[in-house]
């Protein structure tokens, strides 16, 4: 987890809140106080691996 405040800026943006709020509701999101990982995945023509480095 990344509890440093740049991460939790950036997970708390006025736009990002306004954009959650438009999903929930005004005031029912409760803001990201740390952030986990974000794996991305990129094309190509072999099987994805999961996270933990295993085929699917």
């Known amino acids: 987890m990344y509890p440093q ?3 939790v800026d950036a ?3 006025p736009i990002l ?3 959650f709020d438009l999903l929930v509701g005004p005031g029912r999101w409760h803001p ?6 974000f794996p991305v ?14 085929s699917t």
Request: with cysteine.
């Open 5 to 7: 405040q740049p991460f």
């Open 11 to 13: 997970a708390n943006t």
């Open 17 to 19: 809140r306004s954009a």
């Open 32 to 37: 990201c106080r740390s952030m986990g990982i």
């Open 41 to 54: 995945r990129f094309p190509s023509t072999e099987d994805p691996a999961t996270p933990a480095g295993i």
